[in-house]
């Protein structure tokens, strides 16, 4: 069993930047390729962001390209999202997720553990 914990959340003004971090316990971090995705009210959640087991590969959304980055350290158990030049359409909760495939994913189905979540509020 896998636990996932996210933090660093929070509110944040247009065009600011927040890092998320998402902390796991209970398995070898390093063999799980990790997932960022968010779910805003009223809509269905969505990918964000994914990076291989070893780091050496990262997928984004096509709305976060450019701003967000997605990290891991394995020696920490840890993965990052380092988001910049927030956006109010960025309002959402944020989830990580980890998929035992290693590699990078970016639908919801191919991750086997996720988190509980992270609210991330941009204000205009």
């Known amino acids: 069993q896998v636990q996932l914990v996210e933090s660093g959340g929070g509110l944040v003004q247009a065009e600011g930047s927040l890092r998320l971090s998402c902390a796991a316990s209970?398995?070898?971090?390093?063999?799980?390729?990790m997932g960022w995705f968010r779910q805003a009210p009223g809509k269905e959640r969505e990918f964000v962001a994914t990076?291989?087991?070893?780091?050496?590969?990262?997928r984004y959304a096509d709305s976060v390209k450019g701003r967000f980055t997605i990290s891991r350290d394995n020696a920490k158990n840890t993965v990052y999202l380092q988001m910049n030049s927030l956006k109010p359409e960025d309002t959402a909760v944020y989830y990580c997720?980890?998929?035992?495939?290693?590699?990078?994913?970016?639908?919801?189905?191919?991750?086997?553990?996720w988190g509980q979540g992270t609210q991330v509020t941009v204000s205009s």
């Open positions: 990076i291989s087991r070893s780091g050496g590969i990262a």
């Open positions: 209970g398995t070898t971090f390093s063999t799980y390729g």
């Open positions: 997720a980890a998929t035992a495939a290693g590699y990078t994913y970016s639908r919801m189905g191919d991750y086997d553990y």
